[in-house]
C-alpha cells in the first residue's frame, strides 16, 4: 500500500510540476498534466480498494519539526471509501479534462490550470487520509484555497470574482469553526493526533461535546453546503471550469461528510443526546427540500445542478442523521443501516453529479452558455452526450434500476423503522422526514425532466444550439464511464453493501451484511424480508422484457396501421421554435404551489400598437424569486459589519502621515505605562 | 582587564553617541541627498559600533553583520536613494508638518523619554554595552518621528532606515547581536523595503507629479 500511495503522491506532484516545464506548449501541458493526474487517481483506486478489504488500517508518519504537526496518515475502510471515490471521479475528470480545457488553450495558462488541478485532487486525498489534526488543518485549507484559484479560472469575468470572493469568505468561516472544534479535542487530549482525538485522557464533559457537535456542523456543513450555509455553491460551483465543478459538487463537498462521520462516530465515539440527530435529521429534510425547489427554478444550467448538490447533501444527512438517532438508543443495526444507507448515497452522488456537471460542461463546450433557454433540440446534434445526461438525470432523479434510488430506498428503509424507537416525538418526526423525502424525490424528477427535455428535445432556441456539435472523444469517454458506473452501483447493491459495510461496522459495533442482503445478495431486505426488499437486476430485467414486450407487439402488429410520417403536435402547422414550452413555462405551476417559498415577482410589460389596443407589439416578461437567505441573514450581517466599519471611518484621515503617529503616540503610551 | 573592558565600554558608547548625534543631522537638514549622506554616515558609525562590538566580545558572528551593513545600508542604499532623487529631482524639503526647531526640540524630549524608560533596565544588564541600549532606543524614536514630520517619500524612507538602525544597535548592545540568521532576514527585508519604497516613490511621482505623501489623503474614498 505504500507503493500506492507513493505512487499517487508522485503522479499528482508530477502533474504539477511538469507542465509549469513546457512554458509555450499548452497542448503538452494538457497531456501531461491530466495524463499524470489520471495515473495518480488509477493508483488511488487500487489504494482504496486494497484499504477497504485489509484487516488493518495502513499508517504512515512523518515527523516535523514544528510542534503539535506530523505529517500522519491513515488509511482506515473509511477514509479507504472516499479515496475510492475521489480517485475515481478524479480519474474521469483527468480524461475528460483532456478535451475539455482545449477551450482554454490561449485564454487561460494550462499548466496553471492542470497544477492546480492535481495539487486539488492530492489535498482532497490527503485530507480523508489524514491522521493528525493540524495536517488536516492543512490539507483541508489547501483544499480550499486551491478550489478557491480554479473558481477563479475566468478571473477576468466580474461575476467569476464575486463568486470566488463569496466562496473564500464562507469557506474560511467554516474552517474558523473547525479550528476551534479541533483545539477543544487538543485542550482535552493534549496532542492533536487523530488518536489522542480518540481516547482523550479524560473524557470530554457534556457539554463540552456539544460544542463541538455544534462547531464540527457549522464548520463542515459550511463545506457541505447544508441550509443556511449553502448559499456559496449556486455562485462557485458554475464559474468554475467543468471538470472542476464536478470534482467540487462530485467530490470536495463529500469530504465534509466524510469529516462529519469522522468527529462524530470515531472521535466521540458514536455516543450522544437524541437531539443531535435530530438536528442532523431536520437539517438533512430542510436542505433536501429548499435545495431542490430553488434548483427548479434556475436557468442556468450548471446553478441548478449546484442546487441539487444541496439537495443531495440533505438527503445524505437523512441517512446519517436517522443512524444517529438509532445509535442513541441502541439500535444498532438499525443505526449502522442509517449510516451506511447515507454513506451509500454519498457515492452515489459523486458518481450521477459529476456526470451530469461534466454532461453540462460538453453543453457548455458545444454551445457557449450555460442558459437552458438557449438550448433545445440538442439530442440530435449531441447523441451521445444527451443519452449520458440522461442516465444522470434517471439516477439523480431516483428511478430504478440506477444507484440513486437503491441508496434513496435504503434511507426511506432506515426511516421507517423508526416505530422501534421508544419516544413518541421521534415515532412522528422520522416518517415527517420521510415524506420530506418523498416530496424531495418527486420535485428532483420535475426538476430533471426539466433540465433533460428542454435542453435536448424539441426545437433549437438559439443559434448556439442549432449550430452545436458532439464533444471530443476524449470527453464522451469519460462521461461513458461514469454513466457506466452508476449503472452498475444500482445494479449491483450485492457487491457495494459488503464494501459499505466494512466501513460502518467499527462505527455501529455490528456487521449487517447478512440482514441486508438476502436471497444471495440478489436481494436488498433490511431487517427483514417481510417488512419490504427490494431486487435492482429483478427490476431491470423487468423493465427490459416490457419494453420488449412493447416493441414486439408493435411489431407484431404495427403493420395492420396506416403510416404516416409528420410533425409531432404540430396539428397541421409548421413547428417554430417559439411554440416551445421554455425553462421558466414549464415550472410556473410549480411556483404558484409553493409561492410562499419563492415569494415571486412577476413584470409583464405589453407594448400595444397604436391602431388596435386588442393587439400587442412586443412583450416583456420578468421573474424573479426572492434569494430569501441572502435577504434575510447574509445581508444584515454583512450590513452590521459595513456599518461597523463607517462607524471606525472617523479615525481614518488617509493622510500617512496621521497613521504613523497613531502608532508612534500608541508606543509611547505603551512604553510609559510599562515604565 | 577591568581598565580595558572600561575603555571598550567608553568607546562603544562614544560610537553609539556619534550615531545619536547624525540622527539630529538628519532632523535638522532639509536638503535630500545631504540626508542621505547623513545616513551613510550613520551607517558607518554603526558598522564601527558592531565592529568594535565584535573586537571586544570575541562573537565573529559580528563581524558579518558588519560587513553587511557596510555593504548595504553605506553603499547600496544610499546609491539607490541618490538615484531616486536624482530622478525625480526634488532637492529639497520644503513643507514640513512639523518645524525644524520644533523637530528638534521633540526629538530632545524622545532622547530623555529613552532614558527614562530604559533607566529601570540598565542596571540590570552586565554586558559592556549596556549604555547604548537607550541611545538606541531613542535613535528608533526620532527615526519613527522623521517619517512623521516629512511629507516627501524619501525623507519617511530615511527615517524608516535609521529606526532599522537604532534596531540593529539595540539588538547588539542587548545581547550581542541577533542570530546571524534573523540578522539576514532582517537585511533582506529592509533591501526589499528599500526597493518596493523606490517603486513606489516613482509611481507617486507619476500619479501626482510629486512625491509629496499628503496627496494620499485623496485615495480614501
Known amino acids: ?675 | 582587564m577591568q581598565i580595558s573592558s572600561h575603555i571598550g565600554s567608553q568607546l562603544v558608547d562614544l560610537c553609539s553617541a556619534l550615531l545619536l548625534l547624525t540622527c539630529f543631522a538628519i532632523v535638522a537638514q532639509r536638503r535630500l541627498s545631504a540626508c542621505v549622506d547623513l545616513f551613510a554616515l550613520q551607517s558607518a558609525f554603526l558598522v564601527l559600533t558592531a565592529a568594535l562590538v565584535a573586537f571586544l566580545t570575541g562573537n565573529h558572528h559580528i563581524y558579518i553583520a558588519a560587513g553587511l551593513t557596510c555593504l548595504i545600508k553605506v553603499i547600496i542604499i544610499p546609491r539607490v536613494l541618490k538615484k531616486v532623487i536624482e530622478r525625480l529631482n526634488v532637492k529639497r524639503e520644503l513643507v514640513m508638518n512639523v518645524n525644524v526647531p520644533a523637530g528638534l526640540l521633540i526629538c530632545g524630549g524622545l532622547v530623555m523619554l529613552a532614558f527614562f524608560i530604559t533607566q529601570p533596565i540598565l542596571p540590570l544588564g552586565f554586558l559592556l554595552t549596556r549604555d547604548s541600549l537607550a541611545i538606541a532606543f531613542a535613535i528608533v524614536l526620532i527615526g519613527f518621528f522623521t517619517m512623521i514630520a516629512r511629507q516627501k517619500a524619501v525623507s519617511q524612507l530615511v527615517g524608516f532606515l535609521v529606526m532599522e538602525n537604532g534596531l540593529f544597535l539595540g539588538a547588539t548592545a542587548a545581547t550581542y547581536g541577533m542570530p546571524l540568521i534573523v540578522e539576514l532576514g532582517v537585511f533582506f527585508d529592509v533591501l526589499i523595503a528599500v526597493l518596493i519604497a523606490g517603486i513606489y516613490t516613482n509611481r507617486l511621482q507619476d500619479a501626482f507629479d510629486s512625491v509629496d505623501t499628503s496627496h494620499l489623503t485623496g485615495l480614501k474614498e
Open chain 1, 1 to 675: 500500500m505504500q507503493n500506492l500511495f507513493l505512487l499517487l503522491f508522485a503522479g499528482y506532484i508530477g502533474g504539477l510540476l511538469l507542465p509549469l516545464c513546457f512554458p509555450t506548449k499548452p497542448a503538452v501541458q494538457n497531456i501531461l498534466a491530466h495524463g499524470s493526474a489520471g495515473l495518480a487517481s488509477g493508483a488511488g483506486i487500487l489504494l482504496g480498494v486494497t484499504g477497504l478489504f485489509a484487516p488493518e488500517p495502513w499508517t504512515a508518519s512523518v515527523q516535523s519539526t514544528i510542534p503539535f504537526l506530523s505529517f500522519a496518515v491513515r488509511l482506515d475502510s473509511l477514509a479507504s471509501l472516499f479515496v475510492l471515490t475521489i480517485s475515481l471521479v478524479g480519474l474521469v475528470a483527468s480524461i475528460y479534462a483532456i478535451g475539455y480545457v482545449t477551450e482554454f488553450y490561449g485564454r487561460a495558462s494550462i499548466a496553471a490550470l492542470g497544477a492546480l488541478f492535481n495539487g486539488f485532487l492530492l489535498s482532497m486525498t490527503l485530507v480523508v487520509i489524514a491522521d493528525n489534526g493540524f495536517f488536516f488543518l492543512i490539507v483541508w485549507e489547501l483544499m480550499s484555497l486551491l478550489s478557491y484559484f480554479l473558481v477563479v479560472t475566468e478571473y477576468e469575468k466580474a461575476e467569476v470574482r464575486y463568486a470566488g470572493f463569496f466562496y473564500l469568505v464562507m469557506t474560511h468561516v467554516g474552517t474558523a469553526f473547525i479550528i476551534l472544534a479541533f483545539l477543544i479535542f487538543f485542550q482535552a487530549g493534549g496532542s492533536f493526533s487523530f488518536e489522542a482525538f480518540r481516547h482523550p485522557e479524560q473524557p470530554l464533559p457534556e457539554g463540552i461535546r456539544t460544542l463541538v457537535f455544534l462547531m464540527a456542523l457549522i464548520g463542515f456543513g459550511t463545506k457541505a453546503g447544508i441550509v443556511p450555509l449553502h448559499v456559496w455553491l449556486p455562485y462557485a460551483h458554475p464559474s468554475a471550469p467543468s471538470h472542476i465543478s464536478a470534482l467540487m459538487s462530485g467530490v470536495m463537498i463529500k469530504t465534509a461528510i466524510y469529516a462529519l462521520v469522522r468527529v462524530y462516530f470515531d472521535f466521540l465515539g458514536g455516543q450522544f443526546p437524541w437531539w443531535w440527530g435530530f438536528i442532523v435529521l431536520v437539517i438533512g429534510a430542510v436542505s433536501a427540500l429548499l435545495g431542490v425547489m430553488y434548483a427548479l427554478m434556475e436557468h442556468d444550467l450548471k446553478s441548478l445542478l449546484a442546487y441539487h448538490s444541496v439537495e443531495n447533501i440533505g438527503i445524505i444527512l437523512l441517512g446519517i442523521g436517522a443512524g444517529m438517532i438509532f445509535q442513541t438508543y441502541g439500535l444498532t443495526e438499525f443505526a449502522a443501516l442509517g449510516l451506511l444507507a447515507g454513506l451509500y448515497h454519498t457515492i452515489n452522488h459523486a458518481m450521477f453529479k459529476a456526470l451530469l456537471f461534466l454532461g453540462a460542461g460538453s453543453l457548455l463546450y458545444a454551445t457557449h452558455t450555460r442558459n437552458m433557454e438557449e438550448y433545445g433540440g440538442l439530442l440530435r446534434r449531441m447523441p451521445w452526450t444527451g443519452a449520458f445526461f440522461l442516465i444522470g438525470a434517471v439516477s439523480i432523479s431516483a428511478l430504478p434500476p440506477t444507484n440513486g434510488f437503491v441508496s434513496e430506498w435504503l434511507i426511506f428503509q432506515s426511516l421507517f423503522l423508526s416505530f422501534h424507537l421508544p419516544t413518541v416525538l421521534l415515532k412522528f418526526m422520522l416518517p415527517l422526514a420521510a415524506a420530506a423525502l418523498a416530496l424531495t424525490s418527486v420535485l428532483a424528477l420535475a426538476c430533471f425532466a426539466k433540465a433533460f427535455g428542454i435542453s435536448f428535445l424539441a426545437l433549437p432556441r438559439s443559434s448556439h444550439a442549432r449550430l452545436a456539435e458532439e464533444v471530443p472523444i476524449t470527453m464522451r469517454i469519460a462521461m461513458g464511464l461514469l454513466a457506466v458506473v452508476c449503472v452498475l452501483l444500482g445494479l449491483a447493491p450485492m457487491v457495494v453493501v459488503p464494501m459499505l459495510d466494512r466501513v460502518v461496522t467499527p462505527f455501529a459495533g455490528q456487521s449487517i451484511e447478512g440482514k441486508v442482503l438476502a436471497l444471495d445478495g440478489w436481494a436488498l431486505a433490511p431487517v427483514n424480508m417481510e417488512f419490504s426488499s427490494l431486487s435492482t437486476p429483478v427490476l431491470a430485467l423487468l423493465l427490459v422484457a416490457l419494453s420488449m414486450l412493447g416493441l414486439g407487439l408493435v411489431a407484431a402488429f404495427g403493420g395492420l396501421v396506416k403510416q404516416r410520417y409528420y410533425k409531432t403536435w404540430g396539428c397541421g402547422i409548421n413547428l417554430t421554435p417559439r411554440m416551445e414550452y421554455t425553462a421558466t413555462g414549464f415550472v410556473q405551476p410549480i411556483k404558484r404551489v409553493f409561492g410562499a417559498i419563492y415569494q415571486p415577482t412577476v413584470k409583464l410589460e405589453t407594448e400595444l400598437l397604436e391602431e388596435s389596443r386588442y393587439f400587442a407589439k412586443r412583450r416583456h416578461f420578468e421573474f424573479h424569486i426572492e434569494p430569501v437567505f441572502q435577504k434575510y441573514l447574509y445581508d444584515p450581517v454583512v450590513a452590521c459589519f459595513i456599518g461597523m466599519a463607517e462607524r471606525l471611518r472617523v479615525i481614518q484621515g488617509g493622510s500617512l502621515h496621521l497613521y504613523l503617529a497613531y502608532i508612534f503616540v500608541t508606543l509611547i503610551v505603551l512604553l510609559l505605562f510599562a515604565v
